[in-house]
């Protein structure tokens, strides 16, 4: 056999083994997203680290390395594979780092991951994302205990309703969307837009606690008590531990005239957040306009001790 023959003979080895790792470099790549999807979250960590095991250059085992981490709540490692696949020139890496930027309280960093990840492919599932991601910044200023939103910027309040919107309208089905345009829409005071909005999320998504809640809010904002009180009990149906869904319907049954359901709901939110001033507080209200001043005071008492002294 001549050194021709035998260097041909060489090179297609190397081709054949080189294509077998790829071939098996998927199969693993498959197995961890089939059971990222079942939520087999570390037989998916597994199956994507033997694909880079095999072939370290797949940047996609990397991105869904990095989903399947957030499941486990390892955010360091998640954004690490994330950036790992970026610079391997994977763009899908930068809304999967965006979100483990988000879970990990980086909302400034999740915010610019996911706009970057739009001006290279602007998605419905993208724009959604921002405008979740900018939401909850602009919702983590509002000071809830004291009814204050010195903090909150309406110029990015605007921007999260434009994103909903460019959402929806390239994927009329992201009911997520559409709940986080309503929350976004009820701190601009665009009650009707909000309701509106609620409304379309539970069509879409009706075993979803969070657009009745949200409605309840926004019902017990314009005193429609009694529709308030309904989308609460559907929240808490569909969740049972949803605090504030208890803390809006005990005030909806009070302002009805309900008063012992609604000191009972307060109840009910102080065993879910004993260290609640706020539950406190509104309890010793509701107290006191039943006429018990006693209890009143002695929830206001407690209130006080837990370092709550904003509604009275």
């Given at each position: ?132 991601f900018r939401y909850e910044k602009e919702s983590g200023r509002v000071d809830a205990d004291k009814g204050q939103m010195a ?162």
């Open positions: 056999m001549n050194r021709i023959t035998i260097c041909l003979l060489a090179a297609a080895c190397l081709t054949i083994t080189a294509c077998h790792k790829k071939e098996d470099a998927s199969l693993y790549l498959n197995s961890c997203v089939d059971k990222i999807g079942s939520g087999n979250i570390a037989g998916a960590i597994a199956d994507c680290t033997k694909a880079i095991e095999v072939d370290p250059k797949m940047s996609a085992a990397y991105v869904n390395r990095s989903y399947a981490r957030l499941g486990i709540r390892n955010f360091d490692g998640a954004i690490a594979d994330a950036t790992e696949a970026i610079q391997m020139g994977d763009m899908s890496g930068y809304s999967a780092r965006g979100q483990a930027k988000q879970l990990s309280g980086d909302l400034s960093g999740a915010i610019e991951d996911i706009t970057k990840a739009i001006e290279l492919q602007p998605t419905a599932i993208a724009y959604e994302l921002r405008a979740k903090g909150v910027s309406k110029g990015e309040l605007a921007l999260v309703v434009t994103d909903c919107t460019k959402a929806v309208t390239m994927d009329s089905g992201l009911a997520d969307a559409y709940a986080t345009c309503g929350f976004a829409k009820k701190l601009l005071g665009d009650d009707g837009g909000a309701i509106t909005d609620f409304s379309q999320a539970i069509v879409l998504k009706p075993q979803n606690a969070v657009p009745y809640m949200g409605r309840c809010g926004v019902e017990l904002a314009v005193r429609n008590f009694p529709q308030s009180v309904a989308d609460c009990t559907k929240a808490i149906a569909l969740k049972p531990d949803y605090e504030d869904a208890y803390a809006i319907r005990g005030l909806a049954r009070a302002s009805t005239g309900d008063l012992d359901g609604g000191i009972a709901d307060y109840d009910t939110v102080i065993q879910l957040e004993p260290a609640s001033g706020p539950a406190y507080s509104t309890r010793g209200d509701i107290k006191k306009v039943k006429g018990d001043i006693a209890g009143a005071n002695a929830d206001y008492a407690k209130a006080t001790a837990l370092g709550f002294d904003g509604f009275r």
